[in-house]
């Protein structure tokens, strides 16, 4: 299956987790893709698997800080020259940090927003111009199911996931006539390094009874990261042609 032959698609977040297994997954459907992290080491691995599948060549990393305006700015004019357009945009980049609300200082709750939402607007605002250049081009933004559903602890994380949220609905519409797509998933019960342990740094006298209800009815447990990349895939090739402007969850039923 080769949906994304020809395509030129940039991945933020793309040195572990649901990015990366991104990577992999549109590199296997033929795509060209920069891959951008502000993890250097993560984004090595994530060329050290491309070279082992045999799709070095269709690959390029980069080292990018999406809280970064200027950052941003030269890193998505140079993800665009290198891959001569952009068509697909997957905004995978973001941070999880929990406190008790009644704890969480200014300086946590805007660096959880820098990322998270204002690092998807930044990401989308720069790539715009050649998306709307591109074929058939697609914003894929990550949500969470703490958008929608209460996860505690993670007052700020919920708010920045909400933001991204609606801001998708918005562009969406925006841009909708000019053949743009835009869509979220909400990823749930994934396992990747900011679930793993205790997950995201919760309070040492965290209740865990809290999280009962947030076991999915699939399986045995967490789902891997290539079970979102899949649905990733989807969105942002033609089989999704007839989707945007909404979320899809994606959690084993953790939120029937």
Same mark, same amino acid.
């Given at each position: 299956?080769?949906r ?6 940039l991945? *933020? %977040?793309?040195?572990?987790? =649901?990015g990366? !297994?991104?990577?992999?997954r ?6 060209? +893709? $920069? ?8 984004l ?5 698997r491309a ?5 070095a060549g269709r690959?390029?990393?980069?080292v ?7 950052a941003?700015r030269?890193?998505v ?6 891959l001569?357009g952009l068509?697909v945009?997957?905004n995978?980049?973001g ?20 990322t998270?939402? *204002? %690092?998807?607007?930044?990401? =989308?605002?720069? !790539?715009?111009?050649a ?7 697609? +914003? $894929?933004n990550?949500?969470?199911t703490?958008?929608s559903?209460a996860?505690p ?5 919920a708010?920045s996931k909400?933001?991204?949220?609606s801001m ?6 925006e ?5 743009l ?12 390094g900011?679930t793993s342990?205790r ?5 040492e006298d ?9 076991a999915p009815?699939?399986?045995?447990g967490?789902a891997g ?6 649905v990733i895939a989807?969105?942002a ?5 007839f ?5 899809i969850?994606?959690d084993g039923?953790t939120?029937?």
């Open positions: 299956m080769n994304f032959e020809g395509r030129r698609v991945i *933020t %977040g793309a040195g572990s987790g =649901i990366q !297994a991104t990577v992999h549109i590199l296997a459907e033929g795509g060209r +893709v $920069v891959a951008a992290d502000v993890d250097a080491a993560g090595e691995a994530t060329a050290a070279a082992a599948d045999g799709a690959l390029r990393t980069a990018l800080d999406i809280a970064d305006e200027a941003v030269s890193g004019a140079a993800a665009v020259d290198g001569g068509d945009l997957v995978a980049a941070i999880l940090r929990s406190a008790h609300t009644h704890e969480t200082g200014l300086e946590l709750f805007n660096a959880i927003i820098a998270n939402l *204002t %690092g998807t607007f930044l990401m =989308i605002r720069e !790539a715009l111009p998306l709307l250049e591109g074929a058939s081009p697609v +914003v $894929v990550f949500s969470s703490s958008a559903f996860h602890y993670m007052a700020a994380y708010a909400g933001g991204i949220q998708t609905h918005a562009i969406a519409a841009y909708g006539k000019q053949g797509r835009a869509v979220c998933v909400a990823p749930g019960s994934i396992a990747s900011m342990g997950g995201p740094g919760l309070p965290a209740d865990m009874s809290l999280f009962a209800k947030l009815a699939l399986g045995e967490f990261p290539e079970t979102v990349a899949g989807m969105l090739s033609e089989d999704g042609a989707i945007t402007g909404t979320e969850r994606i039923g939120h029937m």
